[in-house]
């Protein structure tokens, strides 16, 4: 029997416990388990690296999440990137990549794999056509994409992209932090594997960071949680835990982030600080169709850039009060930030260095009313 979203957010991977009938997985905090005979380890646990109930709980519910059939669960966003890319890539391999992303994704493909003789093109992910000129036949393995992108809010078509990704003989990466599995399903739409920091929405509670990865193919399911294991980024059982607590609740929490962002994209339109607003929710958003096409809703984030330039861009952020000035993003509380020298400055010089007087928002789900006027004295 099939379930709705917010059903299976609470139930998957969650039974009661057999034991107690406790009604929320216990966090197991264990190394390791006692066996009842060599080579017969009870329920299959033998190390916590390679297998723990709490992560397991985690890994089940965020694989029906994003209509998967193999979660893994990793100490950070990084961490779960890190694995992919050691799964899929070697020496002389290939990797399209966004022409918008999250500095520290960006530093992964220009710091550390391009040592291993991985090579990268970035690509406008709005544009399938040049994502398909970007393709190096034969030897690219992954078109790798956020959406929306982080910090420009650009949106790719998943469907299109998977057709280049698939003809080339190349898998579809898709990073869906910023959306959540409840506002978009990367996997429906024809993505190989999904990609998440879990620190952020999944999570949503800005306490605990993490990672993970869906797929719906169970062979490369295995060559991931192979390498989850072998390379032993796996998170903690209490991160574990807090994670899969706060997945309970995100699909009400998406819903106000929502209802809070659009509020706040449609203030912001039009004010005189303001030279233009980015959020895929509005009509005169680019992507605002494609994002139609694949999203429930159009998120929490909003960037937008200062007429006034950087220094007042810098400015709004350090007036803000309410919204509290930070890196990161998708918790209950409003963040706001300057992606050049925050999130962003790793990609300072690089084709994804962002625009110096743009400011990014993560909208939490406080009184609407309160978010507004705390921009309006700090835009003022
Ligand atoms: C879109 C996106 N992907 C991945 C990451 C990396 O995740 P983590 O910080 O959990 O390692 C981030 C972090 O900000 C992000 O915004």
Known sequence: MSHGFETLAIHAGQEPEPRTGAVVPPIYQTSTYAQDAVGAPRLGYEYSRSGNPTRDALQECLAALEGGRVGLTF??????????????????????????????????????TQRWGLTWTPARISDVEAVRAAIRPGETKIIWVETPTNPLL??????????????????????????????????????????????????????????????????????????????????????????LRGVKTLGVRMDRHCDNAERIADYLTGHPAVSQVLYPGLPEHPGHETAAKQMRRFGGMISFRAAGGEEQAVRICNRAKL?????????????????????????????????????????????ADDLLADLEQALG
């Open 75 to 112: 100490a950070s966003g990084l961490a779960a990137e890190d694995a992919v890319l050691r799964a899929l890539c070697g020496p002389g391999d290939h990797v399209v990549i966004p022409d918008d992303a999250y500095g520290g994704t960006y530093r992964i493909f220009a710091r550390v």
């Open 154 to 243: 650009g949106i790719a078509d998943i469907a299109g992209l998977a057709s280049v990704a698939h003809d080339a003989g190349a898998l579809l990466v898709v990073d869906n932090t910023f959306a959540s599995p409840y506002l978009q399903q990367p996997i429906a739409h024809g993505a190989d594997v999904v990609v998440h920091s879990t620190t952020k929405y999944v999570g949503g509670h800005s306490d605990v960071v993490g990672g993970a990865l869906v797929t719906a193919d169970t062979g490369l399911g295995q060559e991931l949680a192979y390498h989850q294991n072998a390379m032993g980024a796996v998170n903690g059982p209490f991160d574990a835990w807090l994670t």
């Open 323 to 367: 919204f509290v000035l930070a890196e990161s993003l998708g918790g209950v509380e409003s963040l706001i930030e300057h992606p050049g020298r925050m999130t962003h400055a790793s990609a300072a010089g690089s084709p994804l260095e962002v625009p110096a007087d743009l400011v990014r928002l993560s909208v939490g789900i406080e009184t």
